[in-house]
């Protein structure tokens, strides 16, 4: 839970520290254009509490814990060590013994599209959408090519998770690509560049993404009550 969910909103959150814009020929912070970039408040900030938090969290806790766990990995994979696993297991339990790392693969896959979505504004939206994409397909392959999880309505909810996320990327590069959304008229518009989208299609796109990220939510929420309905049942017996 600290990793998937915890890390990563520390890690947006230090990494605004470094993203700075251009405004009106002056380079201020992103996230408080009162501060100008590189300043002695920003180095205060950088330096003293968003660098050293990064190094020592965000980088720090995972490399250890993953270095821990590969020094002990023949412990893990043949399930010798029945006091390793009750002090450790939360660090890899729910995933298959040749797979104990691969939470930290998760924690890398959302780092990398953290860093795509501070660091890559530059490049543009498009830039940042496909290389997203790119990310979120290279993992779905990987995902269901090594089958890492022991539970398979858990393997299920990655493979949904994932393909909800890689769809609605997908639908959301028309609406980046549509010219009609950036105030280019008819009249400026050469046949080469020209994208527009009719509002059935973009009602279509947008029913897309609703569904699919409804159908991933309807069979979570399924999984949840199943799973409560069978401890219910157990605690009862």
């Given at each position: ?7 990563p909103n520390m890690a ?128 779905l392959v990987l995902t ?94």
């Amino acid at each position: 839970m600290l990793m998937t969910i915890a890390l990563p909103n520390m890690a947006q959150f230090f990494l605004y520290s470094f993203k700075c814009i251009d405004v009106d020929g002056e380079i201020r912070l992103r996230a408080d254009l009162e501060i100008q970039c590189w300043s002695l408040t920003h180095k205060l900030i950088t330096f003293i509490v968003a660098l050293p938090a990064l190094i020592v969290w965000c980088i720090g806790l995972p490399l250890l814990s993953i270095l821990h766990l590969s020094r002990n990995r023949v412990a893990i994979i043949k399930r010798n060590d029945e006091n390793f696993r009750l002090q450790n297991g939360y660090l890899y339990e729910g995933f298959k013994y040749d797979f104990y790392f691969w939470e930290y693969l998760i924690l890398a896959r959302k780092y990398i599209i953290i860093g795509v979505c501070i660091f890559m504004t530059n490049y543009g939206v498009m830039t940042q959408a496909l290389t997203v994409l790119f990310v979120l397909v290279l993992f779905l392959v990987l995902t269901a090519r090594k089958r890492p999880f022991t539970i398979d309505y858990i393997f299920d909810l990655e493979i949904i998770s994932l393909s909800a996320s890689i769809i609605s990327v997908y639908c959301g590069l028309f609406y980046i690509a549509d010219t009609s959304q950036i105030g280019i008229s008819s009249t400026d518009r050469s046949s080469d560049v020209t994208f527009t989208l009719s509002q059935s299609f973009k009602n279509f796109l947008f029913t897309a993404i609703i569904l699919v990220n409804l159908l991933f939510f309807a069979y979570w929420l399924f999984r949840v009550v199943t799973d409560m309905e069978a401890l219910r049942g157990f605690i009862l017996r």
